[in-house]
C-alpha cells in the first residue's frame, strides 16, 4: 500500500530563496506532523495538524516557517529566506487518530541551503 | 517538559551478539513510549510502542522492549543481532493527552561487526 510520500527527496537553494516543500500523507489519516531532523540529531516537532485544521505550531523556528494543509490531505511546508540553518531533512508523518500515538513518517526531503 | 535521553550515540555488537540500546524519559505521568528505526536515505519505522498494556512489547524484526516505570525507562533489546540491523534507532515519547506530539532522542547508532 502506499505510504507518506514527500517531494522533492532532495533540494538545493540559494540563501534568500523561498522553498516549498510537499507531504502526501497515508490516504484517510486525519493527522498530519512535521519534523526537522538536523544532522547527526533526532527529529524535532514543528507542527501538527488535524484535517485542516493546524492545532500547534509552536516548533516553527521563525516567522520564515509556514506550513498548510488546505484540504485536509496534502500539506505543504513553506521556507521564506532560507538561511544556512535551515538545512536539514524535513520529515512528514500521519497519522489515522492522533489520540493513538503511532506516527507513520516519509522519507523526508533533504534541504541544503547554500 | 518532555525529554528523552539516548546512553551511547554508537553501539557495536558482534553478529550473534545481544543488542542492548538504552532509552530514559523525564515526565511525571509515563507517556507513550516508542522505538524508531530509520536506514540511511530512509524515513523512521516502527520497531514497537508502548500505551498503557504489557510492560513488555515485542515488536518486529525480533525487537523487544521493557517499561519499567520506577526507573523511567524503555530499553530495547533483541537477544541475537544480526548484520541487516545495522541503522540509526530513535527512543520517542507522546505525552498522553496531548494531541500525539512526539519528542525523540538524539539517536543511537548501531553497528554490528561481523
Known amino acids: 500500500g502506499a505510504g507518506v510520500s514527500q517531494s522533492p527527496r532532495y533540494k538545493v537553494a540559494k540563501r534568500g530563496q523561498d522553498v516549498a516543500l510537499r507531504c502526501d500523507p497515508i490516504?484517510?489519516?486525519?493527522?498530519l506532523f512535521w519534523y526537522q531532523q538536523a544532522l547527526g540529531q533526532g527529529p524535532e516537532f514543528l507542527t501538527y495538524?488535524?484535517?485542516?485544521?493546524?492545532?500547534?505550531k509552536s516548533g516553527l523556528p521563525s516567522d520564515r516557517f509556514f506550513a498548510e494543509r488546505p484540504e485536509g490531505s496534502v500539506s505543504t511546508l513553506k521556507i521564506q529566506r532560507t538561511q544556512q540553518e535551515d538545512s536539514a531533512v524535513y520529515l512528514c508523518?500521519?497519522?489515522?487518530?492522533?489520540?493513538?500515538?503511532?506516527?507513520?513518517f516519509g522519507p523526508g526531503t533533504r534541504l541544503t541551503v547554500t | 517538559a518532555q525529554s528523552v535521553t539516548q546512553l551511547g550515540s554508537h553501539v557495536s555488537v558482534s553478529e550473534g551478539a545481544l543488542v542492548l540500546l538504552r532509552c530514559n524519559y523525564s515526565?511525571?505521568?509515563?507517556?507513550?513510549l516508542f522505538w524508531y528505526v530509520q536506514y540511511p536515505n530512509q524515513g523512521l519505522q516502527l520497531l514497537l510502542k508502548?500505551?498503557?498494556?504489557?510492560?513488555l512489547v515485542k515488536g518486529i524484526n525480533g525487537f523487544e522492549a521493557e517499561f519499567k516505570k520506577s526507573e523511567t525507562s524503555f530499553h530495547l533489546t533483541k537477544p541475537s543481532a544480526h548484520m541487516s540491523d545495522a541503522a540509526e534507532y530513535f527512543c520517542?515519547?507522546?505525552?498522553?493527552?496531548?494531541?500525539?506530539?512526539?519528542?525523540f532522542g538524539t539517536g543511537t547508532s548501531l553497528t554490528v561487526i561481523p
Open positions: 508523518a500521519s497519522s489515522l487518530d492522533g489520540r493513538v500515538g503511532e506516527q507513520y
Open positions: 490516504s484517510g489519516h486525519v493527522s
Open positions: 495538524f488535524q484535517n485542516e485544521a493546524q492545532l500547534d
Open positions: 515526565s511525571s505521568v509515563p507517556p507513550y
Open positions: 508502548y500505551t498503557s498494556a504489557a510492560t
Open positions: 520517542a515519547v507522546s505525552p498522553r493527552g496531548t494531541g500525539n506530539q512526539f519528542y
